[in-house]
């Protein structure tokens, strides 16, 4: 443990039969374009996020991130203020864009169990394509390792584990479950009622479809403590990404900052969401760029994914024991 939280080179969990599993990872909202859907070129900011937010898993499954004609960043935020058609017309076309990477994978994979990967509209799609398609097919159903949906506001019944978006696949409620989902969205304090996630039937709950909100909760569940209760986040980022730090300072390409956050999932106002705490002595700040430029309504999205990277991976090794010893 560093005093205060100070940084420190990476060192990322690893699986001895990480060959064996395979990771899809969906991308999340990357361009500015004023086109509704981004083309399929890929560009440096696809490489790079993938790279910040997929390229970590490879120590635990062979990761595979197809590219797809992703919503853009304008249409999303006239989706969010009340343009429906457009929400509708702009995520259709994205999720087709994304089957179709979806069934080339299914083609190449031979079999392996898989564990699915989005953050934001990459979650938003991923709860569709389980709702929509893979729970109908049992026999991919039954190779599903875990579903890591971050910001999507995945919905489950008041008090449930599920039941409203998926049928058949729960939220994860141990560490040694699979064929579960890990969901969750990052808050400092209650979410405000316009607010993006945590709140049902609003926000980021459009893009898949999901507008009930009587008898509905947002998922939230702890990837620092997959049980329930409070856990320390184990952050994650790209030393190029860190404007504070010297990549000379860092002899490997990703940073960790150890002790310095704990998480626990919390529900009130009919809001439900991963509060995120700095512990007591930690020297860095909690990441306020997102709060300030997107607003509260947002809490800490952008910045959620890294802040649990390292659990997030911690979770996917641990499963694929569980999965080993199973099956």
Not at 287 to 310: K, Q, T, V
Request: with cysteine.
């Amino acid at each position: 443990m560093l005093a205060g939280g100070a940084h420190k080179s990476a060192t990322w969990p690893r699986s001895t039969t990480a060959s064996a599993f395979d990771c899809f990872y969906v991308l999340p909202t990357t361009s500015l374009d004023q086109t509704g859907n981004t083309g399929l070129a890929v560009t440096t900011v696809e490489t790079g996020v993938a790279a910040a937010q997929a390229a970590p898993f490879s120590k635990v499954c062979a990761v595979w991130a197809p590219l797809y004609r992703a919503q853009t960043w304008p249409a999303v935020k006239k989706g969010l203020a009340g343009n429906a058609t457009l929400m509708r017309s702009t995520f259709d076309v994205a999720y087709e864009s994304l089957l179709s990477g979806w069934k080339s994978f299914l083609k190449h994979d031979d079999g392996r169990p898989i564990i699915l990967i989005g953050d934001s509209q990459g979650s938003a799609i991923l709860i569709h394509l389980i709702s929509a398609r893979i729970e109908h097919e049992p026999s991919i159903l039954h190779r599903l390792v875990v579903a890591i949906l971050v910001g999507g506001n995945l919905q489950v019944p008041d008090g449930k584990t599920v039941g409203s978006a998926f049928k058949s696949v729960p939220l994860c409620t141990s560490a040694t479950q699979t064929g579960c989902a890990i969901a969750f969205s990052a808050y400092p304090s209650e979410p405000p009622a316009d607010s993006v996630f945590g709140r049902p039937g609003q926000g980021t709950s459009l893009q898949s479809g999901q507008t009930a909100k009587a008898g509905q909760q947002v998922a939230c569940v702890n990837p620092a403590a997959l049980g329930g209760g409070t856990g320390t986040l184990l952050p994650y980022f790209l030393v190029a990404d860190e404007p504070t730090l010297k990549p000379s300072s860092i002899p490997t390409p990703w940073v960790s900052f150890p002790d310095l956050y704990s998480a626990r999932c919390e529900q009130r106002g009919g809001a439900t969401w991963l509060d995120v705490t700095r512990l007591p002595g930690a020297k860095r700040p909690l990441p306020l760029m997102s709060l300030a430029i997107l607003g509260p309504a947002w809490g800490y999205h952008g910045y959620e994914f890294g802040l649990a990277l390292g659990n997030l991976v911690g979770d996917v090794a641990g499963e694929e024991t569980a999965w080993e010893a199973s099956h």
